[in-house]
């Protein structure tokens, strides 16, 4: 395990475990979190043993987004220069959990507020503790989303439960999320952990490139026309034809086994 101050890293069996650990701060996003995200980041990013990261909170979070007495300090010393890039740096950060070639589910445990809630809408696939609590609460202190929130949520959910997360600030619990789309499972909280294990070591033994294409393919068609995403599905699989992995899948087929993935 690679334990950094404010984040730690574990990997086994193909799955890359990331804990956000600032938990007296309720893993707030510090300057320093951030660094200690993004290294681990790069750790995992090019990883060959990693076709899978799960992000959670260590205690009683996942996360309650910037550190509001981060922004007082540099409200009070009238840097509102520091501030624009402590939230260029969030998103930044953020957003390569969104870009990484790799699935990440995001087992949300706690309270999930405004950057918690964008660190999630940065997830392939989200599984959450009946006794979380998630919603945006930018408003409610005055702030405004500045790592995707307005920005993401209107694309993951319905236009009028994106409205009501966002003017609100209200949290809500996972089942009225779920039955919206921006939760893929609700799970007793004892269960959260086993949960998101199991569904990350069913995707450690899938193809790695073809999760790699299949989620950048998702992605970038999400903006385009039916006709572009098709282009888009058919220049990855042109690609993917030559692979090692797909050779394997269709040899494993016919010989009815499971397949063995390496990842070229």
Known sequence: ??????????????????????????????????DDLNDTLDDIEDDPRVRVLVVTGTGRAFSTGGDLKY??????????????AYIDYSAKTLTRFEELPKPVIAAVNGVTVAGGLELVLCCDLVIASADARIGD??????????????????????????????LTGELF?????QRHGLIDEVVPPDRLIGTAAAMARRLAELSPLALREVKRVAR?????????????????????????????????????????????
Do not use: C
């Open 220 to 264: 970038e068609a999400a903006t385009q026309s039916s006709a572009i995403g098709l282009k888009l599905e058919l220049g990855a699989f042109t690609t993917y034809v030559a692979s090692e992995d797909f050779n394997e899948g269709m040899t494993a087929f016919t010989e009815r086994r499971a397949p063995i993935y390496r990842g070229r």
């Open 71 to 84: 922004f007082r300090s540099l409200l009070d010393t009238r840097d509102h220069d520091g501030l624009l």
């Open 137 to 166: 609460g930018h408003l409610k202190y005055g702030v405004l989303p500045g790592a995707g929130g307005s920005a993401r949520l209107v694309r993951k959910v319905p236009a009028n439960v994106a409205s009501r997360l966002l």
């Open 1 to 34: 395990m690679t334990a950094r101050a404010n984040v730690t890293l574990e990997v086994g069996d193909g799955v890359a475990w990331v804990r956000l650990n600032r938990p007296a701060a309720l893993n707030a996003y510090s300057a320093a979190l951030l």
């Open 173 to 177: 619990e996972p089942g009225y999320l």
